[in-house]
């Protein structure tokens, strides 16, 4: 027949086009969006962990440079110390020189004249000697005694007076050598104290930068990671990018495939339809007794007539 003839078998394109493994496609659409996803966050954390390191060693910089500065400041303190200090070694020395020339001056006249005792030493005696007869119940004859010797140390002591201001003089530059060496010692002390200071403050910031050098190697570290894992986040997603443009690609073509379907079901349907109705019209002009199907068509048939 006719309509026989025009249903030749044609390829199915539906099939055809899912052929193509579109289902595969969207699976590793959805399995690289979850490795996408997996790779982000460990970009992300690793970013984060450089992000605190970076914040950790700003933050020991800036107590470097604070210890840094106190060391300084402890050290300058030590150095103008040290200057005072040797300032009042300088006048002690001088004052040694001075105080051994007086004492030679003093050995010098003490031979001269003779005298073995220090005028201030005979004054002393004096007034010692003065007060216990005054203070002491002694006999007439210990007090004759004591006056006598009261008497003899007057003379030598008269005899020494004229001498009395160089012995004066060497006891003063004495105590003042005395006075200069504690206050010397006093500062040497200070500059111990201040020196172990500035030597605790330079050992702190040696141990903090140490303490940096050891976050800068896991801020290295912690950024080659985020390279790292950035890199394989661009490839994936590269890869994602491919898979959904094959996905789309594949949707598109079974889109296509099911339209050309149909139009080719509607023109066989069509082309049918036509053989059936020049069968009718051969029936009716032979006088052939009409089927329902027969009528169907022909109502069918002069409906679309009469539109």
């Known amino acids: 027949m006719k309509s026989e003839n025009k ?7 539906i099939e055809e086009a899912q052929a193509e493994k579109p289902q595969d496609a969207k699976k590793a659409v959805r399995e690289l969006r979850e490795e996408l996803n997996k790779v982000n966050e ?3 954390a690793w970013f984060a962990k450089k992000n ?17 500065k106190e060391r300084d400041d402890l050290t300058r303190k030590v150095k103008e110390l040290k200057e005072e200090r040797d300032k009042q070694n300088t006048i002690i020395k001088s004052k040694i020189e001075e105080l051994k020339k007086l004492n030679e001056k003093k050995r010098k006249i003490l031979q001269e004249h003779n005298i073995t005792k220090d005028p201030s030493q005979i004054a002393r005696q004096i ?3 003065e007060r216990s007869i005054e203070t002491e119940a002694f006999s007439f004859e210990k ?24 012995w004066e003089s060497a006891n003063i530059l004495s105590r003042e050598i005395d006075e200069l060496k504690h206050k010397t010692d006093q ?19 040696l141990k903090v930068s140490k303490e940096v050098d050891e976050l800068r190697a896991k801020e290295n570290e912690a950024f080659e990671k985020f390279l790292e ?6 490839e994936i997603n590269s890869q994602l990018k491919d898979s959904l443009i094959e996905v789309a690609t594949s949707s598109q ?8 379907a149909k139009k080719e079901r509607k023109k066989k349907e069509t082309e049918i339809l036509k053989s059936k109705e020049e069968e009718v019209e051969e029936k009716i002009k032979k006088g052939q007794k009409l089927t329902t199907e027969d009528l169907l068509i022909f109502q069918k048939m002069n409906s679309g007539s009469e539109q």
């Open 7 to 13: 249903q030749e078998e044609k390829p199915d394109l």
């Open 42 to 44: 460990e970009k992300e």
């Open 52 to 68: 605190e390191l970076s914040k950790q060693i700003s933050e020991k910089i800036e107590l470097i440079k604070k210890l840094k």
């Open 127 to 129: 007034e010692r000697l």
């Open 143 to 166: 007090e004759k005694k004591v006056m006598k010797l009261i008497n003899q140390l007057r003379k030598e002591y008269e005899e020494m007076k004229k001498l009395s201001g160089e």
């Open 187 to 205: 500062l040497h002390k200070q500059i111990q104290e201040i020196a172990a200071e500035s030597q605790k403050k330079h050992e702190e910031m």
């Open 229 to 234: 894992f950035k890199k394989r986040f661009t």
């Open 253 to 260: 073509k079974v889109e296509e495939a099911r339209s050309a």
